[in-house]
Nanobody
Framework: VQLQASGGGLVQAGDSLRLSCTVS????????MGWFRQAPGKEREFVTA?????????YYADSVKGRFTISSDNAKNTVYLQMRSLKSEDTAVYYC?????????????????WGQGTLVTVSS
């Protein structure tokens, strides 16, 4: 299983950006996908997650709720992270991850496979 994240870049505060993550290889049995981020000098933190089945239930960290939207295109094995009203504190390397077990959780330990990360820099 391989995850390929893309879409990062340099934007200004208040701008929008969309990240993508495509899963290749075995996807049968995948329960969900998530996005995490890691800012310089900080631990990796949960951003959002989506169930691959069961109605596509979504979960968000409080810090991004109302600004970020996760969605999926199951036919393309791709998950998207639409980020709006970006702030300087959103600057981080963003990682996508996939889990083949439950729960589709908020801990990095809940996920089995990880993408390489894509850098998002928000200038104020």
């Amino acid at each position: 299983v391989q995850l390929q994240a893309s879409g990062g870049g340099l934007v200004q505060a208040g701008d929008s950006l969309r990240l993508s993550c495509t899963v290749s290889g075995r996807t049968s049995g995948m329960h969900g996908m998530g996005w995490f981020r890691q800012a310089p000098g900080k631990e990796r933190e949960f951003v959002t997650a989506i169930r691959w089945v069961s109605g596509g239930t979504t979960y968000y960290a409080d810090s991004v709720k109302g600004r970020f939207t996760i969605s999926s295109d199951n036919a393309k094995n791709t998950v998207y992270l639409q980020m709006r009203s970006l702030k300087s504190e959103d600057t981080a390397v963003y990682y996508c991850a996939a889990t083949f077990s439950l729960p589709v959780g908020r801990s990095a330990h809940d996920y089995d496979y990880w993408g390489q990360g894509t850098l998002v820099t928000v200038s104020s």
